[in-house]
């Protein structure tokens, strides 16, 4: 098992800028693929962005070109780089990691766009 914990999330105006961090309780270097996934009222989880341990990336298109995710495995730490935001960004945002058949998230973190 790992423990993940996000942080960085906050409230911010439309147009601004957040970086979320998801540091691992052990090596990231053997997870498969970590990711990004937000939820907001009343709507289902959906995948933000996930990168590989190989270091390719994938982002859902709502937030291509605005998002960036990358890792580093020294600090077994994933960020989540968050720009031009909108009001429809708004949600809960969770870490997850993957390895083999094995899967942990993180508590959330909550991200408020102001309109």
């Known amino acids: 098992q790992v423990q993940l914990a996000e942080s960085g999330g906050g409230l911010v105006q439309a147009g601004g800028s957040l970086r979320l961090s998801c540091a691992a309780s052990r090596s990231i270097f053997s997870f498969n693929v970590m990711g990004w996934y937000r939820q907001a009222p009343g709507k289902q989880r959906e995948l933000v962005a996930d990168?590989?341990?190989?270091?390719?990336?994938m982002y859902a298109d709502s937030v291509k070109g605005r998002f960036t995710i990358s890792r580093d495995n020294a600090k077994n730490t994933v960020y989540l780089q968050m720009n031009t935001l909108k009001p429809e960004d708004t949600a809960v945002y969770y870490c997850?990691?993957?390895w083999g058949p094995g899967a942990s998230w993180g508590q959330g973190t909550q991200v408020t766009v102001s309109s």
């Open positions: 997850n990691a993957q």
């Open positions: 990168i590989t341990n190989g270091g390719r990336t």
